[in-house]
């Protein structure tokens, strides 16, 4: 998994966005940086193994992690496009979106219950 994953894409499709399977595959090689764009409560209800939060609140595309290529996601797919345009805003072409959110991540997981994972705060952990 490297860089070339992301222009994955076949013709038409967008390609700032992450499909499900991608997104899932990165999470398990610890590829990409998943970048969670929630606030701190949404956060610790439950958010991707590894993902750094970084509120949208005060999010600033000048921090994101420069290491490896970087995967935003938010509740629903809205704040990690507004983080994806700002991080375009500064020329990082190296940042992408989970269109689908953490819905689309738990629905999934729900789906295939030993599958895809969610990490809950302690408080909420299973």
């Known amino acids: 998994m490297s860089w070339n994953m992301f222009s994955r894409f076949g013709a038409g ?7 499900f399977g991608d997104l899932e595959e990165a999470v398990g090689t610890n590829a990409w940086t998943v970048v969670d764009v929630r606030e701190p409560y949404e956060f610790a209800a439950g958010h991707i193994p590894n ?3 970084m ?6 595309p000048k ?3 420069q290491a490896k290529p970087v995967v935003v996601i938010s509740q629903s797919g809205g704040r990690s496009r ?4 700002k991080a375009r805003a500064i020329g990082r072409e190296d940042v992408r979106h989970f269109a689908g959110g953490m819905n ?12 895809r994972a969610v990490v809950f705060d302690e408080d909420l952990s299973l």
């Open 63 to 65: 921090e994101l992690p």
């Open 104 to 115: 689309a991540w738990r629905m999934d997981a729900r789906a295939h219950p030993f599958g």
């Open 13 to 19: 499709s967008d390609s700032d966005i992450v499909s």
């Open 51 to 53: 993902a750094l939060n």
């Open 55 to 60: 509120p949208m609140s005060g999010f600033d």
């Open 82 to 85: 507004n983080a994806l345009d």
